[in-house]
């Protein structure tokens, strides 16, 4: 259960982080995301859910 919170508490910590801190950028960064076509976004998000369990598989074998 900790590493849940963990987990959850960095999402939440980096996803709004941006927020905070440059809000005009994140607007710029939302109308070039609304260029990209959507099976270029499909496949940038399942590379993403890739790279994040390529990332928990490594922290697990680092003994996290």
């Known amino acids: 259960m900790t590493l849940v919170l963990?987990?959850?508490?960095?999402?939440?910590?980096?996803?709004?982080?941006?927020?905070a801190l440059a809000p005009s950028f994140l607007e710029q960064m939302l109308e070039m995301l609304r260029r990209i076509p959507e099976a270029a976004l499909?496949?940038?998000?399942?590379?993403a859910v890739v790279a994040g369990l390529i990332l928990v598989w490594l922290a697990?074998?680092?003994?996290?």
Request: charged share 5%; proline share 0%; hydrophobic share 65%.
């Open 60 to 64: 697990f074998q680092l003994g996290l």
């Open 42 to 47: 499909g496949q940038l998000g399942a590379l």
């Open 6 to 19: 963990l987990a959850l508490g960095s999402v939440l910590i980096f996803e709004w982080l941006v927020y």
